[in-house]
Antibody
């Protein structure tokens, strides 16, 4: 059974960088699929931030592209998100997920990140 | 890229049917038969209910069905049950590893 678990600070100051890591179990990232980050502001809808293949190939949402960096560590079976210059509008539940076959097939439980001083 | 448009809310009594629409463009919904639907209960991660417009993953009741016409997809929940009360999001593949989500619909079982 594929399982994903987000980890990282729950509180980030404005203008700083949000950093999250997703640990994957039950499936080797190197075996394929894209691995992505999806966020959901409180009371609002879902937004794809971007995704990364184990080889390092990435897709970033054009609206966030200038602030997003994703990386993958196949030795730890983890992938990561960095979002720079955050503001209050970046406050959201951040989900890591496995993307492929044109669906989001597996989701982490989500982690709330609040941007506040 | 804009979010797909869904009605904010829909409701029905137990046993009735409810249909949710999801309107996009020819670059997403209309361009691919890769529309999926997710159910989200409060505080939980979304759960895949329909993929490739009208296919159900194993374990999803056949009360859930999907369809598409042009740039609009639809999810129908027949025989509404209390546990169907949740938020529902559509999603469409939009090319180049891009996925667009809908604005979300809150389904209330009266």
């Amino acid at each position: 059974q594929v399982q994903l678990q987000e980890s990282g600070p729950g509180l980030v100051k404005p203008s700083e960088t949000l950093s999250l890591t997703c640990s994957v179990s039950g499936y080797s990232i190197s075996s394929g699929y894209y691995w992505g980050w999806i966020r959901q502001p409180p009371g609002k809808g879902l937004e794809l931030i971007g995704s990364i293949y184990y080889s390092g190939s990435t897709y970033y949402n054009p609206s966030l592209k200038s602030r997003v960096t994703m990386s993958v560590d196949t030795s730890k079976n983890q992938f990561s998100l960095k979002l720079s210059s955050v503001t209050a509008t970046d406050t959201a539940v951040y989900y890591c997920a496995r993307l492929g076959d044109y669906i989001v097939g597996y989701w982490g439980q989500g982690t709330l990140v609040t941007v506040s001083s | 890229q804009s979010a797909l448009t869904q009605p904010p809310s829909a409701s029905g009594s137990p046993g009735q049917s409810v249909t949710i629409s999801c309107t996009g463009t020819s670059s997403d919904v209309g361009g691919y038969n890769y529309v999926s639907w997710y159910q989200q209960h409060p505080g939980k991660a979304p759960k895949l209910m329909i993929y490739e417009v009208n296919k159900r993953p194993s374990g999803v009741p056949d009360r859930f069905s999907g369809s598409k016409s042009g740039n609009t997809a639809s999810l129908t929940v027949s025989g509404l049950q209390a546990e169907d009360e949740a938020d529902y999001y559509c999603s469409s593949y939009a090319g180049s590893n891009n996925y667009v989500f809908g604005t979300g619909t809150k389904v209330t079982v009266l």
